[in-house]
């Protein structure tokens, strides 16, 4: 039989995670289970990049996002699923790739010039946040990944990995893949404000949200903005709750909502109360398994312990070979 292809991807420990998430990354990374060798992991050290001086939230995010994965479908028999810090060997790599990383690459990454201007509330004038990339490059090539599922935002970052892995293997020897980003398409829902769904605009459905919140999230969801009376016909195409729909809805009703929106045969609140009873069903399996692990807390911290042996396994030997490869 064939290997399986390596893929690694990791999330920020930021809080709660939402159906954006679910929908551009999650949903994507349970499929991939099957096909290829996943290695996902929870990357708290790049949280304080950005939150050094708010540290006390991160170990329970870190938790909560285990088991918002293990709710979505990430499997612990399937996948390795661990934690960036509890593997050290990522900031002994950090350390040596930071050695041969030039300074102009991490200087003109567009994402760090972008964040230096949207979080302009923080100091971000760090070498840490500097050298973001470079952790990220850690990660990816310590464990040979092939593959990285990533959003767009993201591939500017594995294009560095690839530069550092290239840099790497010219000066001691080939050592590492370069990694190829797999992109993962930025799903079509917004949140209920119509902006991107987004944790720091406040306009996101989470997963763990309970059926009433999600409800009342969804009554407050802005509709075609044309459509100001129930006698006024709409247009589905340009509204949000009709993305939904599509989602969480079966066919027929997504017809039926596409006629009587036109016809205005159906006005927005009843049609938001199918939506939202839909939507909640469909997190209903999602909901029994946050339950399920949420009463258990011991499975969980031994399933964070395997998936730490298993990734710190594969760290550990390739750390082997790069201490020999730079005569360390
Ligand atoms: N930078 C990624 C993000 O903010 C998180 C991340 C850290 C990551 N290390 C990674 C993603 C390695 C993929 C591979 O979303
Ligand atoms: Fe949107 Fe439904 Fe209202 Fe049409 S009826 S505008 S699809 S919420």
Redesign the pocket.
């Known amino acids: 039989m064939a290997e399986k292809k390596r893929i ?5 420990p930021t809080g709660p995670l939402h159906l954006g998430n679910l929908h551009g990354a999650l949903a994507n990374w349970v499929k991939m289970q099957e096909q290829y060798d996943c290695f996902f ?1 929870i ?1 708290d050290w ?1 949280a304080l990049t950005s939150d050094y001086e708010n540290t006390g939230f991160i170990s329970g995010y870190i938790r909560d996002m285990l088991i918002d994965w293990l709710s979505a479908g990430l499997s612990p028999e399937k996948s390795t699923l661990f934690i ?1 810090s509890h593997i050290k060997e990522h900031a002994e790599l950090f350390l040596i790739l930071s050695m041969i990383t030039p300074v102009p690459w991490l200087e003109r990454n567009p994402t760090y010039k972008d964040q230096i201007v949207q979080l302009s509330n923080k100091d971000l004038s760090t070498f840490g946040f500097l050298g ?1 990339p470079v ?2 490059a850690a ?2 090539i310590i464990y040979k ?1 092939h593959g ?4 767009v ?2 591939v500017p ?2 294009e560095i ?1 690839r530069e550092i892995a290239r840099r790497f293997n010219y000066f001691y020897g080939n050592v590492f893949p370069e990694p190829e980003s797999i992109l993962t398409e930025t799903p079509k829902i917004l949140g209920i404000d119509r902006r991107k769904m987004s944790k720091s605009y406040n306009n996101a459905i989470y997963f763990s949200d309970s059926p009433d919140k999600i409800a009342a999230s969804v009554s407050k969801m802005l509709t075609d903005p044309q459509r100001a009376r129930k006698s006024d016909p709409g247009d589905p195409d340009v509204c949000n709750v009709y993305e939904f729909h599509k989602f969480y809805s079966d066919s027929k009703t997504v017809d039926r909502i596409n006629k009587e929106c036109r016809t205005a045969e159906i006005g927005c609140v009843e049609c938001k109360k199918i939506m939202a009873q839909n939507l909640i069903k469909a997190l209903e399996p999602m909901r029994e398994k946050r339950e399920y692990y949420e009463a258990r807390p011991q499975l969980v911290d031994d399933i964070i312990t395997d998936g730490c042996d298993k990734a710190r396994r594969v760290a550990r030997r390739t750390m082997a070979e790069v201490r020999e490869a730079v005569n360390l």
């Not at 690694?8 to 920020?12: A, E, H, T």
């Not at 990285?148 to 959003?151: A, D, I, S």
Request: aromatic letters at 8%; proline letters at 4%; zero cysteines.
């Open positions: 690694l991807s990791g999330m920020r992991f990357a790049h960036q973001y952790l990220q990660d990816i990944a990285v599922p990533v959003g935002d993201q970052h594995v990995t």
